[in-house]
């Protein structure tokens, strides 16, 4: 019951903020509005944490100690990732400015300013 008072209280709160808020919208105190929506999510930081505690109802998160073998796991992506980036890194010429392989290379045709440019400039 003491959470559900919690949550009452909470609300109330809440109905609070959103009068300060609007408020400080109407005498266009700039402060008050702040603290008029700082208000409100305090309040309902405040409501879903009694609500959850009142329910019972749990975040799903893994404890610690199994945390860890799922890093383990997860570091397979992380492998991928630096494995791509790296054969990325390995197609693409050193003193090259374009890309291998992308969207400026099929408009460098339709811009020949541009390709002159670039000709001009890997001298």
């Not at 300060?20 to 008029?36: H, P, Q, R, S, T």
């Not at 890194?89 to 670039?118: D, F, I, K, M, V």
């Amino acid at each position: 019951m003491r959470y559900g008072r919690r949550v009452i209280e909470a609300a109330l709160g809440f109905l609070i903020g959103a009068g300060l808020l609007l408020a400080g919208v109407v005498i266009n105190v700039i402060l008050i509005g702040v603290a008029g929506f700082m208000v409100m999510l305090a309040c309902s930081m405040w409501a879903a944490t009694s609500y959850r505690r009142m329910t019972g109802i749990t975040t799903g998160r893994v404890p610690a100690r199994d945390r860890r073998a799922g890093k383990q796991a997860g570091s397979g992506l992380m492998m991928r990732l630096e494995e791509r980036w790296r054969r990325r890194q390995e197609r693409r010429p050193l003193n090259s400015r374009l890309p291998a392989a992308g969207p400026r290379a099929s408009n460098a045709a339709a811009h020949p300013r541009w390709l002159a440019a670039s000709a001009v400039a890997a001298l």
